[in-house]
């Protein structure tokens, strides 16, 4: 248990650190930019997954029907991915890892409680509404924050788009729920990997790349069309492009860093790891990116909403611990 909750915190860390990434992408355009880093975060995992079981293949042609699954998970969280890191450009990081988690957390520890083969009893089912209820009141009160802040801000200052980073905020927690969702339906490969004597890293990677072979499949796709439709492919010849890379895949192995840790604390937890480990994995990512945001003076000068931001988060944390509760 305490080595399981050591890795969620060194997770944590890495999970609310890389949007910092996400902040310059210059030169590239936009599509240029995710189309790189969707195809490290692919590239990435497959390596590790190749040295941790060699033979990985076997075990996924094995239970075809759960890898499927597992690839359209990724396909709806790289879908949304696209939008979170558009959020991050036109409401900062703090907002929307706030928005992003708090959805994240309810469908990526709801959804495999529910489908558990465990019956849950009514004390149960009474704190995870609750902690449910809590958690879309954090997200109200964190959503209040950002149009506070837009609103005290000048005219040049305010994005044109800070609504639609809300909604795409929002999104993208479906979608980050969706990867745990996926990576909880290969729990079955994992174990048959660990019982032919593989570690618990192993078994997290191979249940993490079909997830993250549908995502990068789809960023790559949009990508390519985006870059074909603004003309945008020369971005890569740009002055400064080699830098860009380097920082693109160091970024790309903090985020796969902050799964591939999660995933050995979920198995390093037992059955309560895909639902107490995502809460716990999603609090510390809110609190680091919190401070993140202030480091980059996301906030300063906006006290109101500031103290709003904190207010949300804090309703989101304490909602947590209930959907935490309802599962021991």
């Known amino acids: 248990m305490i080595l399981g909750l050591s890795i969620l915190l060194l997770a944590g860390i890495c999970q609310g650190s890389f949007g910092i990434g996400y902040k310059n992408f210059k030169p590239f355009s936009w599509e240029a930019f995710w189309g790189v880093y969707s195809l490290y975060c692919f590239i990435i995992p497959l390596i590790w997954c190749l040295v941790n079981v060699p033979d990985f293949m076997a075990y996924l042609t094995q239970q075809p029907s759960l890898t499927l699954s597992a690839i359209g ?55 995870l509404a609750t902690g449910l209820l809590i958690t879309l009141i954090g997200i109200a009160v964190i959503t209040k924050a950002g149009i506070i802040r837009d609103r005290c801000k000048g005219e040049a200052e305010r994005h044109p788009k800070m609504r639609l980073g809300i909604l795409l905020s929002l999104l993208s927690g ?7 969702i996926g990576f909880d339906r290969l729990s079955e490969v994992g174990r048959a990997v660990t019982s032919d004597g593989a570690s618990q890293t192993g078994a997290s990677a191979i249940q993490w790349l079909p997830v993250l072979f549908g995502g990068a499949c789809a960023g790559m796709l949009y990508c390519a069309i985006s870059m074909s439709r603004n003309q945008t492919w020369h971005t890569y010849k740009e002055s400064g ?24 604390a979920s198995l390093e937890l037992g059955n309560s790891g895909p639902t107490i480990g995502w809460i716990i994995f999603n609090a510390l990512a809110l609190i680091i990116s919190n401070l993140w945001g202030l480091r980059f003076g996301e906030w300063k000068g906006f006290t109101n909403a500031k103290r709003t931001l904190f207010i949300g988060n804090a309703i989101l944390i304490f909602a947590w611990i209930f959907i935490a509760l309802s599962n021991v």
């Open 73 to 127: 998970c990724g396909v709806l969280w790289g879908i949304s991915a696209i939008g979170f890191s558009k959020a991050i450009v036109y409401i900062g990081m703090s907002s929307v890892y706030g928005l992003s988690m708090g959805i994240s957390s309810i469908v990526g520890s709801v959804i495999p409680l529910i489908t558990s083969d465990e019956k849950q009893d009514k004390l149960s089912l009474a704190l």
């Open 174 to 180: 479906l979608g980050s729920g969706a990867m745990n």
């Open 241 to 264: 492009c080699l830098k860009r890379f380097g920082i693109l895949f160091v970024t790309a192995i903090v985020w796969f860093a902050a799964l591939a840790l999660y995933g050995i």
